[in-house]
């Protein structure tokens, strides 16, 4: 449907689902706000599949996901990519910040982290044995960064959050070191994702530092909560989006983003659709807030 634009776009952006579920109304909703923020400044919007953490992994939910892209008219750029896949993307910058210090092995188990910052117990070395170690970066000092929509947002991140993992004891790759490395190889510019992950940035910016990987611009949209307030999510049980015509889901998903579609886009056909909607995509329309309730879905 859409003219492949070329691999050295200004832009280039992304969705990066967890292949843990089906797409609900929620994904569908940060689907939604990635690519026409992507299209409407004529960038390149890739699908990477976020599968690292192998025991939540559903089989069939990437493929499921990937169709319902489709189904919806979403043609992403290139090749899928897997995060299962690069491993030793991984395992060479987590060696490479072992060298540089930045990192050390932590063997705390998990009673013994009573709270929520960690306290540092493993950063002057640990004793002598075989237990399984998780790799911890030592953070220092406060991040700040404007992000397009939810304005200005700092952390002081060893007072707030304290040295955090890279690598599992079981041996998994953590979110926040697979998100940097995937988003600086893959040259992104525009990050555009859910405002459950605001707080994650400032980890992910401290890291692209001392990696010295560009930052790219940030932007979060609202999260969608259910009726009860709570955040849909494939562990409340957010049912799998279905609808016999896409237009009228899309139609109020650009609704709870603000953009005010007019009445007789439910009538027009899916490319008419989306040509109007990146034409007239605004991101200044987009409620400056954490999160938009299902109770404000028009009904049509
Ligand atoms: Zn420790």
Redesign the pocket.
């Known amino acids: 449907m859409y003219r492949p634009v070329s691999p050295v776009a200004a832009y280039q952006g992304r969705f990066a689902p967890s292949p843990s579920g089906a797409l609900h109304l929620g994904s569908l909703l940060t689907a939604v706000g990635s690519f026409l923020h992507a299209r409407h400044h004529n960038g390149c919007w890739r699908v990477r599949i976020e599968d690292l953490d192998r025991p939540r992994v559903l089989a069939g939910a990437s493929a499921a996901i990937l169709n319902t892209l489709e189904y919806f008219g979403m043609q992403w750029d290139g090749e899928v990519l897997y995060q299962s896949q690069r491993l030793t993307y991984y395992a060479e910058v987590l060696e490479q910040l072992r060298q540089q210090h930045y990192i050390y ?4 188990t998990r009673q ?2 009573a709270g929520k910052i ?1 306290n ?4 002057t070395g ?1 004793p002598e044995s075989n237990q399984a170690q ?1 790799w ?1 970066l030592q953070v220092v000092g406060e991040i700040q960064f404007e992000d397009e929509i939810q304005g200005k947002f700092s952390q002081d991140l060893s007072r707030e959050l304290g040295d955090f993992i890279l690598k599992r004891r079981d041996g998994i790759f953590a979110y926040q070191l697979a998100v940097v490395v995937d988003d600086a190889l893959q040259g992104m510019t525009h990050i555009v994702r859910g405002a459950d992950l605001l707080d994650n940035t400032p980890r992910q910016i401290y890291l692209q530092q001392l990696l010295n990987y560009p930052t790219p611009h940030y932007a979060h949209l609202p999260l969608l909560l259910d009726e009860h307030g709570r955040k849909l999510s494939k562990q409340n049980h957010a049912a799998p989006i279905a609808t016999p015509r896409p237009q009228n889901l899309l139609w109020q998903v650009l609704k709870l983003l603000g953009q005010n579609p007019p009445e007789d886009l439910l009538e027009a056909s899916l490319s008419e659709f989306w040509a109007y909607s990146i034409l007239h995509w605004n991101v200044q329309n987009i409620p400056r807030q954490l999160s938009v309730s299902v109770c404000q879905l028009p009904l049509v």
Do not use: D, H, M, S
């Open positions: 092995p932590c063997v705390c013994q982290l960690y540092g117990r493993c950063r640990i998780a911890r």
